[in-house]
């Protein structure tokens, strides 16, 4: 039996952005985490004592195979079984926008963690808003791969929307982070100018209001 | 439970192995009794590294015994009861690790059991064989890892009552276990459990020749022992499973028999399997077992009524493991000790694997779990490797 090798570099351009996020040796746990590609790296590269969170049996024995601790389970619920900031960081990566009751999930988040991670696709990229415009369809790119009818996103997130969302629920947004990447997300870039137009994801570290 | 489910010899086999023994003189009981002299079957596997720590501690199932990878002989049909699990390169690679397995005390494989020779007496021991905790069973095998010179258990891992023991293991010596696996297990059976057992101990004990216990004699209670275990494998098995695996279908005919026979097939696998049970097991050690696991109630035990604090002694990393369609031990009992193992901060793992083959799937070749164990195990040990 083989055992995986992910290297860092390996690593999707919005998880090594994630990554750089989070300082060594701490406690991470990564809601929705896959097969755990993030939360091996933070294990083998900056020695963080990691868990993960995933609904996919699947998805659960193959992060479990990587020497990982996930537990299967819906990330409301397991997430209630952990004491108050159990975790230095809590992630939450390109799911936002799948969650029924995203504020619900926040408030655990920064309940059992210091900080929070968020990522998600930006929906208002000026490609999705050309889509919209000019061919008058709903927008579907690499970052959002479906159709109407079967896409897995029931929540359209841009990174404005984020920033008065962090007002509304009452939490702090500590850092931000705007990406464009490339087809495959393997690599990409930073945008810090018109980002809620030229990026393709948003990831925001955040905490408890000061 | 059903150790002996057929199935192909996947990659290279464990090898020929020997039924080893080992004797303690005496072994205090939790009820504080003494028993002795105490003999544990078993057998090993691969080799034991100089820290003496590559240890894997399998604990069999209620009715299984300490066979479990490997052919006793070259003429062998069968192979021990996980071979597609233990062996060179697989889920527990013996190249890698040193592999134990022994049969429960109380059992009838070879360790000593209500079967065995009260020396007191000169005869079988009967019913005047001491009642048994999972505990006792435990301590038992803790006596033959001081035997062998066993430092560190990399990991307890086993199924069903089995899983049973590998918590066990972890409460009561948890300096030497480093991550335990339990499969398909509970911390304590449900009234649904209790209830199969208590009908599959009344079979037997309805058996006039049960005759309290003290039957060795004469004639056995084979036909008692041979429901109880019909009983069993219904609850080994799912809806689903048998559906599949049965249907209705007929057995041998075309029609029924309107005299009673086994019509459906489903009838014939039953009956088959009990009579194929009393040849290699003992009625009262299944007694025995069956109440041991019954009494079994960890939180009660080891946490004043609170899994979470029983749990909060132990150190071990671990692996729960449940099945989808098993319906005696469900994924929800899995689920009440995670959560208690995360509340009490340890490092915990957790996945329902899709299976239709209900409480046995563990005895089954798959994929998902021979590769999810191997990674887990890889992980623990490469942890305490020397650098």
């Given at each position: 039996m083989s055992l995986p090798n992910t290297h860092r570099n390996d690593l999707r351009y919005d998880l090594r952005l994630i990554s750089s996020?989070?300082?060594?040796?701490?406690?991470?746990?990564?809601?929705?985490?896959?097969?755990?590609?993030?939360?091996?790296?933070?294990?083998?590269?900056?020695?963080?004592?990691?868990?993960?969170?995933?609904?996919?049996a699947d998805l659960v024995s193959k992060g479990v195979a990587k020497g990982l601790n996930i537990v299967q389970g819906d990330l409301n619920e397991e997430m209630e079984d952990y004491g108050d900031k159990t975790f230095d960081y809590v992630v939450l990566s390109q799911t936002l926008q799948q969650i029924f009751d995203p504020a619900r999930v926040i408030r655990s988040m920064l309940r059992i963690g210091h900080k929070g991670i968020v990522s998600f696709p930006n929906f208002s990229h000026f490609e999705n808003r050309c889509q919209l415009f000019f061919k008058g369809k709903?927008?579907?790119?690499?970052?959002?791969?479906?159709?109407?009818?079967?896409?897995?996103?029931?929540?359209?997130?841009?990174?404005?929307?984020?920033?008065?969302?962090?007002?509304?629920?009452?939490?702090?947004?500590?850092?931000?982070?705007?990406?464009?990447t490339d087809n495959n997300d393997k690599s990409g870039r930073r945008i810090r100018f018109l980002s809620n137009l030229r990026a393709t994801y948003g990831i925001f570290l955040i905490g408890e209001p000061a | 439970m059903s150790e002996y489910i057929e199935h192909d010899v996947q990659g290279v086999s464990a090898g020929i192995v020997e039924k080893q023994y080992f004797e303690a003189e005496e072994l205090v009981l939790d009820n504080g009794q003494a028993l002795g002299p105490v003999i544990i079957a078993y057998e090993t596997h691969g080799r034991l590294n100089a820290d003496r720590d590559n240890v894997i501690w399998i604990c069999h199932a209620l009715t299984g015994d300490s066979h479990v990878a490997g052919y006793y002989s070259e003429e062998d049909e069968k192979p021990g009861w996980w071979d597609f699990m233990v062996g060179p390169g697989k889920g527990i690679d013996t190249d890698r690790y040193f592999v134990v397995c022994s049969n429960v005390l109380g059992s009838c494989q070879g360790s000593t059991g209500p079967g065995s020779i009260n020396p007191e007496t000169g005869n079988p021991y009967g019913l005047n064989f001491p009642v048994l905790t999972l505990g006792d069973?435990?301590?038992?095998?803790?006596?033959?890892l001081d035997h062998l010179g066993i430092r560190k258990i990399t990991a307890v891992v086993g199924g069903s009552v089995g899983g049973m023991q590998v918590l066990e293991w972890c409460l009561r010596y948890p300096e030497f276990v480093r991550a335990a696996i339990p499969i398909a297990a509970t911390t304590r059976h449900s009234a649904l459990a209790i209830a199969f057992n208590e009908v599959a101990r009344q079979a037997i004990m309805a058996d006039p020749n049960w005759n309290h216990g003290d039957y060795y004699f004469g004639n056995k209670p084979d036909l008692g022992l041979a429901v109880a275990r019909m009983i069993g494998h219904i609850t080994y098995l799912s809806d689903e499973s048998m559906r599949l695996k049965f249907g209705r279908r007929l057995q041998d005919k075309f029609d029924f028999s309107y005299n009673f026979e086994a019509d459906f097939q489903v009838e014939s696998y039953l009956r088959y399997q009990g009579k194929k049970f009393v040849e290699r097991f003992d009625a009262n050690s299944f007694l025995y077992i069956t109440k041991a696991a019954d009494y079994y109630d960890l939180g009660q035990e080891h946490g004043r009524g609170s899994v979470v604090d029983a749990f909060a002694k132990t150190?071990?990393?671990?692996?729960?493991?449940?099945?989808?369609?098993?319906?005696?031990?469900?994924?929800?009992?899995?689920?009440e000790m995670v959560k208690a193992m995360k509340k009490s901060g340890l490092e915990v793992s957790f996945c329902e694997i899709e299976a239709s083959w209900g409480h046995d799937a563990f005895l089954l070749p798959s994929t998902t779990l021979s590769n999810m164990i191997n990674g887990f195990l890889y992980n623990v040990s490469s942890q305490y490797a020397p650098q």
């Open positions: 996020l989070i300082s060594s040796s701490s406690r991470v746990l990564g809601l929705g985490c896959g097969e755990g590609e993030l939360l091996h790296s933070l294990k083998t590269q900056k020695d963080s004592l990691c868990t993960g969170i995933e609904l996919d709903a927008p579907v790119s690499s970052q959002l791969p479906y159709q109407w009818h079967n896409t897995p996103n029931i929540r359209v997130i841009t990174i404005r929307d984020f920033r008065e969302y962090a007002r509304e629920v009452g939490f702090t947004i500590l850092e931000e982070i705007a990406i464009n | 069973m435990v301590k038992a095998q803790k006596a033959l150190r071990a990393r671990y692996l729960v493991i449940s099945f989808t369609s098993d319906w005696l031990y469900p994924t929800y009992q899995s689920r």
